[in-house]
């Protein structure tokens, strides 16, 4: 039996998304990072693998995506510390990823979205 790669949730809230993520069964999880405070720029996914665990969650990582989050730690912005915490999840990485609209949305609106939550099983714990 072929596990999942993972599931994730979607918050919308003004104009930015937040999505969280849970990869599960090691790596690789498909996914490059870039930048970081020591490069001067915010740490943001740079490539996804097609076919990859970070390509087939429901809300899958997008490049451009800004890393908030890793395992449930807040992120200084390090890119190193980013790599640590990556290399140092074995079987589940949990994601929390800030998403801003792109320039091309077809979608327009003069006030901010203000609460459109979507919840999908993420990371639970098995007993």
Known sequence: MESSPGSGALTQAGRCVSV?????GGAPWGFTLQGGLE???SLIISKVEEGGKAALLQHRLQPGDQVVKINEVEL???R?????LVKGSYKTLRLTVRRYPTTHSYIHSPLPFTGIKIQIPFCQSKN
Not at 20 to 24: G, N, S, V
Not at 80 to 84: L, R
């Open 80 to 84: 190193q510390e980013a790599i640590s």
């Open 39 to 41: 490069h001067g720029d």
């Open 76 to 78: 200084s912005g390090s």
């Open 20 to 24: 969280e993520a849970c990869l599960r």
